[in-house]
């Protein structure tokens, strides 16, 4: 008899910064400044995620996050995230999405956000991405080389039961993904 594999632990909520010195060093080497930057932390139980908006428009996100194999093929159904607003010229508090559970084996997670502007102004998009292994439900974080090594970009996971084998015809997950944000992102507000 197989033992179900165990939850992941509650999301935690962060008060912190993330990566105020990653951006410094950034715009240190770059010797530019993006219109939004986001930076992400993967664990066993969350994506946590903070926007630095660079433009001079207040912007509202919508939030995603998607999981693929080693060969970018979706694994589970993208999951939606918070709604974030980011004044104008400022850096938002981070906030999460929680980590579903995970199929064993080496899967690579993108979380995605599309901004828009409360005068209808152009739509800005940008992603973070995090690598990871599941062996029995216990999720290991890995660095881009360990997980690359790992998968040599090769389709190595095990199908969840009741979850149909991934279909390469049409969109790709992070184009699904996308239209999915903007159709997020032209409901209406909520109070």
Known sequence: MQRPAPEPPPVQPVDEPLCAASLKLAQACTGAQSDLVMCSVFTASAATSEITNNTDSDLVFATGMMIV????????????????RVPARSTNRPW???????????????????????????ERSTSSEGQLRVRGG????????EWYEATASMNVYEVLPGQPDPVPEGPTPGERLYEQLRAQAKRPATP
């Open 96 to 122: 999460q999405i929680a980590m579903p559970r995970l199929p064993d084996g080496y899967v690579r997670i993108e979380v995605m956000v599309l901004g828009t502007s409360a005068d209808g102004g152009q």
């Open 69 to 84: 194999d080693g060969r970018g093929e979706e694994l589970l159904p993208a999951v939606l995230g918070p709604e974030v």
């Open 138 to 145: 216990q999720i290991e974080v890995l660095d881009f080389h």
